[in-house]
């Protein structure tokens, strides 16, 4: 590659990294995960949505609980043809010698379908309320990843700031030593090749930043907002799942878990809408009391009947069965949920022990070491007492590192996070 063709890919690249910086957001806000998570279950709309469904699912417990109204029917004639003047018709005769019936009917539920239908109510209001903190869990999880994420993005590209930074100014000297002989073309270009490569690197992490950025905002209900991250590192160091009994995080999650609980109302709504089925095999019956004047040959005819169905031929088998069914189903689906619950607290156990395994062996002051030792390179290698090789052989060791330690800082608060989703509680607070 010619120098002219590498100084256009590095002009290229520097002007996208200057377009990201200058993205259009409107405002700039640094914030702790408690405040995030206050903006959070306040402006979710997925949240809020759900809630209405919280709310509605209530009103259906109230309208299950309202006796079903009496109906009311009236007949009146339109012409009596019987009328002795006027030419023997009258329209809608009202005297005594015409037709009027009023009757009144009430259906009574028997077999305890009106108890039934209200416990159903009741148990899918319940479900809502899992449901909805279920959503919450999930969402928060993502939250907090999306937190996290951006706050250690954003400490590898300040890496990658100061080593882009200093590569500059190495090849702003590079380039007056080079009018003057004292370097070769190739070592200039390999410092520009090695400063296209850094840049390249912090665009891809600029760009993941940006999808973070552009995550946590639509989490929050916010728009064009660039969060700064604020948090204390006290939780990853005093941080030990080793301490933890593996059995206890089960049992916890076996009750806290809100997908649980939905499988376990799932369970139940389908039990309970069998007993329904098996009532509604059961005919209810229909009272009526009336009064009608000439209708029958009694004048002024007042009555009082009772009506139900026959059950023989439809008495509810095929919803019967399909109920049964149906809870079966759900009882397997029930299994299948807590071997799922146990599966994700064992995940997320074992792999918080192996991350806090790596990081209790990682040297804490190894990344500020290198950051020493790194400008001490710069100086060796500006007064000729390193070889180019060797400078650029340094400072990728010195990025990589960095940027490892910064991933493994995000594994270890992102295993504290996994094993509170996977638990279902925040047992471990930050």
Excluded at 12 to 17: A, D, E, R
Excluded at 314 to 343: D, F, T, V
Excluded at 378 to 394: C, M, P, Q, T, V
């Amino acid at each position: 590659m010619t120098l002219t063709k590498l100084q256009a890919y590095i002009f290229l690249t520097l002007i996208s990294i200057d377009l990201f910086s200058q993205e259009s957001y409107k405002d700039t806000l640094r914030i702790s995960l408690q405040q995030a998570d206050s903006i959070f279950i306040s402006k979710n709309l997925s949240l809020l949505a759900e809630r209405c469904n919280v709310n509605a699912s209530i009103a259906q417990v109230i309208q299950a609980k309202l006796f079903q109204n009496p109906t009311l029917s009236v007949n009146q004639n339109v012409i009596n043809t019987e009328y002795q003047s006027n030419g023997g018709r009258k329209w809608f005769d009202y005297t005594d010698k015409g037709e009027t019936s009023i009757q009144i009917d009430k259906l009574f539920l028997l077999a305890g379908k009106r108890n039934k239908q209200i416990k159903l109510a009741q148990m899918n209001s319940d479900k809502e309320g899992h449901v909805y903190f279920d959503l919450l869990r999930t969402l928060k999880f993502s939250m907090h990843s999306s937190f996290y994420n951006i706050y250690f993005l954003n400490r590898i590209l300040k890496v990658y700031d100061r080593e882009i930074d200093s590569l500059k100014k190495l090849i702003s000297v590079s380039e007056e030593q080079y009018k003057k002989e004292f370097i070769s073309k190739k070592e200039l270009l390999r410092l520009k090749a090695t400063l296209f490569s850094l840049e390249s690197e912090q665009l891809d992490y600029s760009t993941q930043c940006t999808g973070m950025l552009t995550d946590l905002n639509l989490l929050m209900h916010t728009s064009n907002i660039r969060y700064l991250p604020q948090f204390g590192f006290n939780i990853v160091d005093d941080f030990s799942p080793a301490n933890m009994q593996l059995k206890s995080l089960i049992d916890t999650a076996m009750i806290s878990r809100y997908d649980l609980k939905m499988a376990q109302s799932d369970l139940s709504i389908s039990q309970m809408n069998l007993a329904y089925q098996k009532a509604l095999a059961v005919p209810d019956i229909t009272i009526s009391g009336g009064w009608d004047r000439n209708g029958s040959f009694i004048h002024n005819y007042n009555y009082l009947g009772i009506q139900t169905a026959l059950p023989l031929f439809n008495r509810n088998q095929g919803n019967i069965k399909s109920a049964r069914l149906i809870a079966e189903s759900n009882k397997y689906k029930l299994e299948g949920a807590e071997e799922q619950i146990k599966a994700d607290v064992i995940s997320a156990y074992t792999n918080a022990l192996e991350t806090t395994r790596l990081y209790s062996q990682f040297d804490k002051n190894f990344i500020d070491d290198l950051d020493k030792i790194s400008q001490e390179m710069l100086r060796n290698f500006e007064k000729g007492n390193i070889s180019l090789i060797e400078f650029i052989d340094y400072y990728d060791a010195y990025k990589q590192n960095a940027v490892q330690f910064n991933k493994l800082m995000y594994n270890l608060i992102n295993s504290i996070e996994n094993i509170n989703f996977s638990v279902g509680k925040n047992i471990i607070i930050k």
